[in-house]
């Protein structure tokens, strides 16, 4: 199916003469997610939050279903969040680690993963081991079953798409090992749920996390945590429990709920709730496939018309890329960029080393421009901003 280019154009509110590309850090919403986040917020200004939830209970159930038909899961695997962090935090939580146990990750997670991760190393004792890159990037899968056999990890956390590059890891193979030898698999798939067809059924993760406000193009504060059904099964629940996820039955006694709400905090914010369902519906309605093939068309165009201009590098490796492209050029200082970029309208983010410490060293840079187009954005747009960075 084609995507309608200019319908999706019509839903978005004023935008005029910009030229978007920053969809990896927080993406413009349809007009719909407004129109329901302001709906929900009217109905409460009139009647009270607990009386509307209690109208909206069909409304806010299918949140988990269009989340759930999002990622090829089912409804009771899905517990709304905060934020990607806050959906990252209550998976870790809910492990029980010892000392000595070991975390496998990679050199490209997410900084706040690689905190969370040595603030577990100072409180327990746990040890990280991170997974070796091939010569282009990626995963080197070899060395990755060594660790696993050499280690027995507790845990194997990885990003399915860096923040600050447009590499694409080869999940599926991980989650392959990690199923068939019964080791916890989280997956940080915050860059790539929105922009990419995921499946996690196919993945065979135990943890998923997300955030809304990216390639979802959902409203801030808002995320979703996938939970396997063996983790499920088995009782995993997060370390810091509320009346939400629980039920109170004796004073030294509570009993978990059986899905995936028992990671939840009884308070929610139930407008942006709705805002984050809309914006999963819309892109239900138009097909994940559809948006990773009209995005693909849109890479190319992007990175073919960077290589072919001088002075321009690219630092994004791996087989296969996404929606991420990271630049700089040679001899322009990242203010002299901005202000070109930012004079011609053009929305972007800058990627600095704290971000990503271990893959900066590797490249031995300290900052780059981070370009993330979606597929509200057009061919012409592509050329546009190629032509003004050719212009720097």
Excluded at 283 to 298: F, M, P, R, V
Excluded at 314 to 340: H, P
């Amino acid at each position: 199916m084609e995507i309608d280019i200019n319908q999706i154009r019509k839903d978005i509110t004023d935008y005029g003469e910009k030229i978007f590309l920053n969809s990896a850090g927080s993406s413009l919403m349809p007009k719909s997610v407004v129109q329901e986040i302001n709906r929900y917020l009217l109905e409460e200004e009139k009647f009270g939050g607990y009386s509307v939830a209690e109208l909206k209970t069909n409304e806010i159930a299918d949140f988990y279903n269009q989340t759930a038909q999002l990622i090829g899961a089912e409804a009771h695997n899905i517990a709304f969040t905060h934020d990607a962090t806050d959906a990252y935090i209550k998976a870790l939580s809910s492990i029980h680690f010892k000392h000595n146990d070991i975390i496998i990750t990679t050199d490209d997670d997410y900084a706040s993963n690689h905190i969370q991760f040595i603030s577990l190393q100072k409180r327990f004792g746990i040890k990280i081991v991170r997974i070796k890159n091939l010569e282009n990037g990626e995963l080197d899968m070899i060395d990755f079953q060594k660790l696993v056999d050499k280690h027995n990890p507790k845990l194997v956390a990885v990003t399915h798409v860096p923040t600050n590059s447009g590499l694409i890891q080869n999940i599926e193979a991980i989650g392959e090992i990690c199923y068939n030898q019964k080791i916890i698999f989280l997956l940080d798939a915050c860059q790539s749920v929105g922009q990419l067809s995921i499946n996690v059924t196919k993945i065979k993760c135990d943890f998923l996390t997300a955030t809304g406000r990216k390639f979802l193009r959902g409203p801030r504060g808002t995320g979703f945590l996938f939970i396997s059904d063996r983790l499920l099964k088995n009782g995993f629940s997060p370390l810091m429990i509320d009346g939400g996820g629980a039920v109170w039955k004796a004073i030294d006694q509570f009993d978990i709920l059986e899905n995936a709400k028992r990671f939840e905090t009884w308070e929610a914010p139930y407008a942006l709730i709705m805002g984050f369902r809309e914006a999963i519906r819309y892109a239900n309605n138009i097909g994940l496939e559809n948006i990773q093939s009209y995005n693909q068309k849109l890479m190319l165009r992007l990175r073919e018309n960077l290589i072919g201009i001088q002075g321009v590098k690219l630092f994004d490796k791996g087989l296969k890329n996404c929606n991420i492209l990271t630049f700089r050029k040679d001899g322009k200082s990242l203010a002299k960029i901005k202000e070109k970029l930012n004079s011609n309208n053009v929305f972007f983010s800058v990627s600095r080393k704290e971000w990503g410490v271990i893959d900066f060293n590797k490249k031995g840079i300290d900052w780059v421009i981070r370009l993330s187009p979606h597929y509200f954005n057009t061919i012409e747009e592509i050329d546009n901003v190629s032509k003004i960075i050719d212009e720097i």
